[in-house]
């Protein structure tokens, strides 16, 4: 069974995108695509990280709106030694 928000908006988002599957991708290139193609009619919902490197790469024509939906922690592993860390 499907887990309801607390927040209202969120329910609505969901019932409305839910109810007309073709809004959904596959993947963040297919979503980011669809947003550079369809003339400000699509919004993409993606994590804050991904979406801020996008914005800063060329073409340069996306742009984050409203706040984030949420907060949450991110880590990321590398080997003991790594040249990235």
Known sequence: SKQKSQ???????WD???SRKHVFVHTYDEGIRRVRT??????FIIESPKIEYVNEREPCD???VGRNLDA???GIATP???PLR
């Open 38 to 43: 369809s003339k400000g009619k699509y919004a």
């Open 80 to 82: 003991l030694g790594s």
């Open 16 to 18: 409305f995108m839910n």
């Open 62 to 64: 996306t742009m984050k």
């Open 7 to 13: 927040i209202s908006l969120y329910n609505k988002m």
């Open 72 to 74: 949450k922690g991110f």
